[in-house]
């Protein structure tokens, strides 16, 4: 059973929601549009990033199940410039902790698979070898910027690699460790490991896809962006153009407050040479 953990998304579902809101407009006029709310510095920093963004690699999930996890691994990918991170989802979807992720999973695109076998033809079309994690693997750390188009394939935390996928495989990395430790959590396992895969690689997202990113991320962040657009005759199809709110409720009289109590006499004071009554009397 999965963990209680509040403020949880479905990353990859509301990613597809996304991007199929951004292919039915022209993201040449939504990027024009929405950068003159902008400083320069931001729109710098915007292109900057998505500029040094990798295609060349990607990590595999194999059934991630613990939000967190899958959370702190999509951050590394982001921190580390990967523009995919592949989940083959197996029996559950993926979750994400958004509290863990802070916003990463905004610009890392996730894909999904149901299988092992549709994981594995995908990652190999696109010319990615796959390097599976492995405590005795042959490989270290620093082999892996010479791969020139890496998968790196990461674990379930209970039952690790499948044989199906791990079958899949060309070879497989260690991170070295002179400790009692004889593992390390997944996510610390693949910020370790993409560090030295992306350590020197240029950015190499083609520009059509970086001028998506721009507009994409522009309408992320820029306040208003909806109503924006939609004043220039563009409107955003759902979710990114918000749902209308409800019509007011109507108001009608105020409900007029009961009458107060008439106020009780008050009592007259005993003078001091009354006589008392008996008790039982």
């Known amino acids: 059973m999965r963990r209680s953990t509040p403020n949880c998304s479905f990353v990859a579902q509301e990613q597809r929601r996304l991007l199929a809101a951004l292919d039915s407009l022209d993201v040449a006029d939504v990027a024009r549009i929405l950068e003159e709310f902008v400083t320069d510095e931001r729109r710098a920093r915007l292109r900057g990033v998505i500029a040094a963004r990798l295609d060349a690699v990607t990590v595999a999930m194999d059934a991630p199940h613990d939000p967190h996890n899958g959370a702190a691994v999509l951050r590394?990918?982001?921190?580390?410039?990967?523009?995919?991170?592949?989940?083959?989802?197996?029996?559950?979807?993926?979750l994400v902790s958004n509290t863990v992720s802070r916003g990463s999973e905004r610009w890392v695109d996730v894909r999904t698979h149901a299988t092992t076998e549709a994981a594995v033809a995908a990652l190999r079309a696109s010319g990615h070898e796959l390097v599976a994690t492995h405590p005795e693997g042959e490989l270290t750390p620093r082999d892996l910027s010479s791969i020139p188009r890496l998968a790196l394939?990461?674990?379930?935390?209970?039952?690790?690699?499948?044989?199906?996928?791990?079958?899949?495989?060309?070879?497989?990395?260690?991170?070295?460790?002179?400790?009692?430790?004889?593992?390390?959590?997944?996510?610390?396992?693949?910020?370790?490991?993409?560090?030295?895969?992306?350590?020197?690689?240029?950015?190499?997202?083609?520009?059509?896809?970086?001028?998506?990113?721009?507009?994409?991320?522009?309408?992320?962040?820029?306040?208003?962006?909806?109503?924006?657009?939609?004043?220039r005759g563009m409107h955003l199809p759902q979710p990114l153009g918000g749902t209308p709110p409800?019509?007011?409720?109507?108001?009608g009289p105020k409900p007029r407050r009961p009458p107060a109590p008439p106020a009780l006499p008050a009592l007259e004071p005993r003078s001091a040479g009354a006589p008392r009554e008996p008790e039982g009397g």
């Open 76 to 94: 590394s990918c982001d921190a580390f410039g990967l523009q995919r991170l592949h989940i083959i989802e197996r029996a559950e979807q993926f």
């Open 246 to 251: 409800p019509p007011p409720k109507p108001r």
């Open 153 to 231: 394939v990461l674990g379930n935390e209970r039952d690790g690699i499948r044989p199906d996928l791990a079958a899949g495989c060309a070879r497989a990395v260690r991170v070295p460790m002179r400790g009692f430790a004889e593992s390390l959590n997944v996510s610390v396992t693949a910020a370790i490991l993409l560090e030295h895969a992306t350590n020197g690689r240029p950015g190499d997202l083609p520009e059509p896809y970086r001028n998506h990113l721009y507009a994409r991320a522009l309408v992320l962040t820029v306040p208003h962006a909806a109503e924006i657009l939609a004043a």
